[in-house]
T-cell receptor, first 112, second 110 residues
Framework: ETGVTQTPRHLVMGMTNKKSLKCEQH?????MYWYKQSAKKPLELMFV???????ENNSVPSRFSPECPNSSHLFLHLHTLQPEDSALYLC???????????FGPGTRLTVT | QQPVQSPQAVILREGEDAVINCSSS?????VHWYRQKHGEAPVFLMI???GGEQKGHDKISASFNEKKQQSSLYLTASQLSYSGTYFC???????????WGAGTKLIIKP
């Protein structure tokens, strides 16, 4: 595997379910990000980890919980989501803040 | 406050040139440009780290006017593969937090 991978690619979950999104980067980067992309809205940064420490948390509802066990893996734990949380969730990594982001293919999440 | 991209959409014939602008009301310390094709993830094009910087590869280049807080992306002799939505992202107070524009949809017709 190369680049940034995400699983699953598609997820449908009910409002009472608990699920997790997984991201893995094979680039040796130091920073990892979770972004939310909704239709007709700009990309929204949710969380940033640098060297496994959370450095940004953009007032994201507590029903989203990130986890970064090491510099290559990033998880987003989901529970009791709302229909408005349906979106494309993108993981990204970068070597440092002065270099571009490498995005994974995303997880298309639908909350029913 | 997000950067304003213009135009919102543009349709070109193959071989024509395009300019996409990104303007911010807040001070920017760097500007990123990305292209996203339908159903795919955004792909990094380039980053401009200081005012006056210009960069380019192939027929895609960009400039950053720090005084005007504006960046422009230039696509020369456009190819069909250039189609997609182009996003600018500006780094302001936080190095990690990019503030993204709403995107410019570029359609290239044969």
């Amino acid at each position: 595997e190369t680049g940034v991978t995400q699983t699953p690619r598609h997820l449908v979950m009910g409002m009472t379910n608990k699920k997790s999104l997984k991201c893995e980067q094979h680039l040796g980067h130091n920073a990892m990000y979770w972004y939310k992309q909704s239709a007709k809205k700009p990309l929204e940064l949710m969380f940033v980890y640098s060297l496994e420490e959370r450095v940004e948390n953009n007032s994201v509802p507590s029903r989203f919980s990130p986890e970064c066990p090491n510099s290559s893996h990033l998880f987003l734990h989901l529970h009791t989501l709302q229909p408005e949380d349906s979106a494309l969730y993108l993981c990204a990594s970068s070597q440092d803040v002065w270099q571009g982001l490498h995005f994974g293919p995303g997880t298309r999440l639908t909350v029913t | 406050q997000q950067p304003v991209q213009s135009p919102q959409a543009v349709i070109l014939r193959e071989g024509e040139d395009a300019v996409i602008n990104c303007s911010s009301s807040k001070a920017l310390y760097s500007v990123h440009w990305y292209r996203q094709k339908h159903g795919e993830a955004p792909v990094f094009l380039m980053i401009l780290l200081k005012g006056g910087e210009q960069k380019g590869h192939d027929k895609i280049s960009a400039s950053f006017n720090e005084k005007k807080q504006q960046s422009s992306l230039y696509l020369t002799a456009s190819q069909l593969s250039y189609s997609g939505t182009y996003f600018c992202g500006g780094a302001g107070d936080s190095n990690y937090q990019l503030i993204w524009g709403a995107g410019t949809k570029l359609i290239i017709k044969p």
